[in-house]
Every structure is written in structure tokens, then in C-alpha cells.
């Protein structure tokens, strides 16, 4: 039994002759009238009565008709389906991803993506960088959201944005009059800061200590959107990512660092995981949707208050 044997017989069920079966599938009518013989050979069944020049389903055919069509059924939905795959419309993915990014952004995305493409299913776990490295390489994640630089061989990296940190204040502080901020406009005010086991506090003491500036250490929290809130109720001046002042956009007054601190982001992919079609979709959407946050964020940090 096969396939073409089986096309032929649902194709003289559907028209009730072999020679309208033949026209159907675009072949000879003694090709049709071997391929059902054969059909019923394999099976060892009597599919039609031939009596009175007339092919009529037997009760065993007609059973056999009934179970064919499921499998013509199937084979459509397996085209359909393929179909919703060329098209991102389907799929899944796992996705892990560093706070900064994770707790705002991201979902946003995912809830965008989502509404184009309403069959796919997205896993997100928000981690730290040192975990989401180790699941890449395990291959637990299909791709993940990492802080910069990593150096092992058997992860894939592609670079998602290298942005200097903005001075984050606010609303109605005295040096959101200016356009742009140095590190010496800091010194001697209360700053929001990321705790001492995040590896970006070291980078920021040290890009202070070098400009030999003193801030008043009141707050520390774990999260930059942390830093954000705190800023936003008046407890002192800090720097964040474009990422997590978008969420707080209403709420702070951006501005321009310069010289300051480069907030390094990476896509991370398995080495030996290719990526899914929808995958693709959703990384050329999340690509669009970060650079859409620059702009915002830009344009914010230039607006007097």
C-alpha cells in the first residue's frame, strides 16, 4: 500500500468513476483501475462491486474510505502547518534574559510579537549574565540577553547594542537644564547606585574614581529599573540604560553622560542550535523595537523639562 494507491481510490470515491478519477489526478484510466487492484491486494479486501459495469464502495470499502480520508485530512493539516511555519505564524521559543532588559522592555516585545503572531508560544526567564551563559551552553534556551563581553568558544555572539549610560534625574533638577552631563556635574550628590556584587557598580566606582568625583552613596538596589524609581522619588541622581529610563520615560529626566560608562549587550545562541524561522522573526522584531527605544530615549535627553 501507498500513497498513489491511495489517491486513486479516493479520487474514484469522490468523481464514482475511474475514468473521472484519471482526469482528476491527470493520468491514464488503466493506471487507476492497477493502482486500486493493487490497493485491494495489499489489503485484502473487495473495496468496490463491479457488478453491472458500476463501481459501487462495498461496506468494507466504505470503511476503509472513511479511514483514508483522516489520513488525507492529516496530510492537509500537515501542509497548513508548514505553511504557518514559512510564515512565523507557529513555533516556540525559549528566551533568557538579564534584568536591565527583561523586567520591561521585553515583555512589551513579547506582547507586540504576540499579537502578529498569536500561535507562538514564548518562554521567558529573567537571569543574571553568569546563568544565562551557562544555559546557552547547556542549550536549555534557544537564545538569551547577556551583559558583554563573554569569551568562550562555543557560544555564539552577536552584539545587540554598545550605548553609553545616561545620567538619569529628577523631573525639575537643577542640572536638567543642561544639555549634556560630565562626570564632575555628579560630585557631591546623593546617588542611586547597584549594589557591590553587581559587576556594572564596579565599572561605574571606577569611571568616578578616575574623575575624581564624590558622590554621596545613599541608596543601593540590584535593578537599573530600581534606579529609576529611586531616582523618580527624589532620593538622588544616578545613570541607566536606555532599556529601563524608557519604562520610567514620564517619570525621570535623561541625559547625555559624556564622557561615561558603555552599557555592552549580546545576543547568546547555542553553537550547535540553529535558530528556529520564528526565532529569526522575533530577533529582526526585537532589533527594531531596540532601536525605536534609542530614538525615544535620545530624543527624551534632549527636552528641557
Given at each position: 500500500?501507498?500513497?498513489?494507491?491511495?489517491?486513486?481510490?479516493?479520487?474514484?470515491?469522490?468523481?464514482?468513476?475511474?475514468?473521472?478519477?484519471?482526469?482528476?489526478?491527470?493520468?491514464?484510466?488503466?493506471?487507476?483501475?492497477?493502482?486500486?487492484?493493487?490497493?485491494?491486494?495489499?489489503?485484502?479486501?473487495?473495496?468496490?462491486?463491479?457488478?453491472?459495469?458500476?463501481?459501487?464502495?462495498?461496506?468494507?470499502?466504505?470503511?476503509?474510505?472513511?479511514?483514508?480520508?483522516?489520513?488525507?485530512?492529516?496530510?492537509?493539516?500537515?501542509?497548513?502547518?508548514?505553511?504557518?511555519?514559512?510564515?512565523?505564524?507557529?513555533?516556540?521559543?525559549?528566551?533568557?534574559?538579564?534584568?536591565?532588559?527583561?523586567?520591561?522592555?521585553?515583555?512589551?516585545?513579547?506582547?507586540?510579537?504576540?499579537?502578529k503572531h498569536p500561535d507562538v508560544s514564548i518562554s521567558l526567564d529573567i537571569q543574571t549574565s553568569p546563568k544565562i551563559e551557562d544555559w546557552i551552553v547547556a542549550q536549555?534556551?534557544?537564545?538569551?540577553?547577556?551583559?558583554?563581553?563573554?569569551?568562550?568558544?562555543?557560544?555564539?555572539?552577536?552584539?545587540?547594542?554598545?550605548?553609553?549610560?545616561?545620567?538619569?534625574?529628577?523631573?525639575?533638577?537643577?542640572?536638567?537644564?543642561?544639555?549634556?552631563?560630565?562626570?564632575?556635574?555628579?560630585?557631591?550628590?546623593?546617588?542611586?547606585?547597584?549594589?557591590?556584587?553587581?559587576?556594572?557598580?564596579?565599572?561605574?566606582?571606577?569611571?568616578?574614581?578616575?574623575?575624581?568625583?564624590?558622590?554621596?552613596?545613599?541608596?543601593?538596589?540590584?535593578?537599573?529599573?530600581?534606579?529609576?524609581?529611586?531616582?523618580?522619588?527624589?532620593?538622588?541622581?544616578?545613570?541607566?540604560?536606555?532599556?529601563?529610563?524608557?519604562?520610567?520615560?514620564?517619570?525621570?529626566?535623561?541625559?547625555?553622560?559624556?564622557?561615561?560608562?558603555?552599557?555592552?549587550?549580546?545576543?547568546?545562541?547555542?553553537?550547535?542550535?540553529?535558530?528556529?524561522?520564528?526565532?529569526?522573526?522575533?530577533?529582526?522584531?526585537?532589533?527594531?523595537?531596540?532601536?525605536?527605544?534609542?530614538?525615544?530615549?535620545?530624543?527624551?535627553?534632549?527636552?528641557?523639562?
Amino acid at each position: 500500500m501507498n500513497i498513489r494507491q491511495l489517491e486513486a481510490f479516493r479520487a474514484t470515491v469522490l468523481v464514482g468513476t475511474v475514468n473521472g478519477a484519471a482526469n482528476l489526478l491527470g493520468v491514464s484510466q488503466p493506471s487507476i483501475s492497477r493502482l486500486i487492484s493493487q490497493l485491494e491486494k495489499s489489503l485484502e479486501l473487495v473495496l468496490f462491486d463491479r457488478a453491472n459495469g458500476r463501481l459501487v464502495l462495498t461496506a468494507e470499502g466504505q470503511m476503509i474510505y472513511e479511514q483514508v480520508q483522516h489520513t488525507f485530512n492529516a496530510l492537509d493539516k500537515v501542509r497548513e502547518y508548514a505553511h504557518d511555519i514559512r510564515g512565523s505564524r507557529v513555533g516556540s521559543l525559549s528566551i533568557a534574559c538579564m534584568p536591565a532588559l527583561g523586567l520591561g522592555f521585553l515583555p512589551r516585545v513579547i506582547h507586540a510579537f504576540c499579537q502578529k503572531h498569536p500561535d507562538v508560544s514564548i518562554s521567558l526567564d529573567i537571569q543574571t549574565s553568569p546563568k544565562i551563559e551557562d544555559w546557552i551552553v547547556a542549550q536549555h534556551i534557544d537564545f538569551g540577553l547577556a551583559q558583554l563581553p563573554f569569551n568562550r568558544d562555543d557560544i555564539i555572539v552577536d552584539e545587540f547594542c554598545n550605548i553609553p549610560y545616561y545620567a538619569v534625574l529628577p523631573r525639575r533638577h537643577p542640572l536638567a537644564e543642561r544639555g549634556a552631563l560630565g562626570p564632575r556635574d555628579f560630585d557631591g550628590l546623593p546617588f542611586i547606585s547597584l549594589t557591590r556584587h553587581n559587576s556594572v557598580r564596579h565599572l561605574v566606582d571606577q569611571f568616578f574614581s578616575v574623575h575624581e568625583v564624590n558622590r554621596i552613596m545613599r541608596v543601593e538596589t540590584s535593578y537599573l529599573a530600581a534606579v529609576c524609581q529611586l531616582v523618580q522619588a527624589g532620593l538622588g541622581v544616578g545613570l541607566a540604560d536606555p532599556f529601563s529610563i524608557q519604562d520610567h520615560i514620564d517619570g525621570v529626566t535623561a541625559r547625555i553622560m559624556r564622557p561615561s560608562v558603555e552599557f555592552k549587550v549580546g545576543l547568546l545562541y547555542p553553537s550547535h542550535r540553529p535558530l528556529s524561522k520564528v526565532g529569526r522573526a522575533f530577533i529582526a522584531f526585537l532589533k527594531q523595537q531596540r532601536d525605536t527605544v534609542f530614538a525615544n530615549v535620545l530624543a527624551a535627553a534632549g527636552r528641557k523639562h
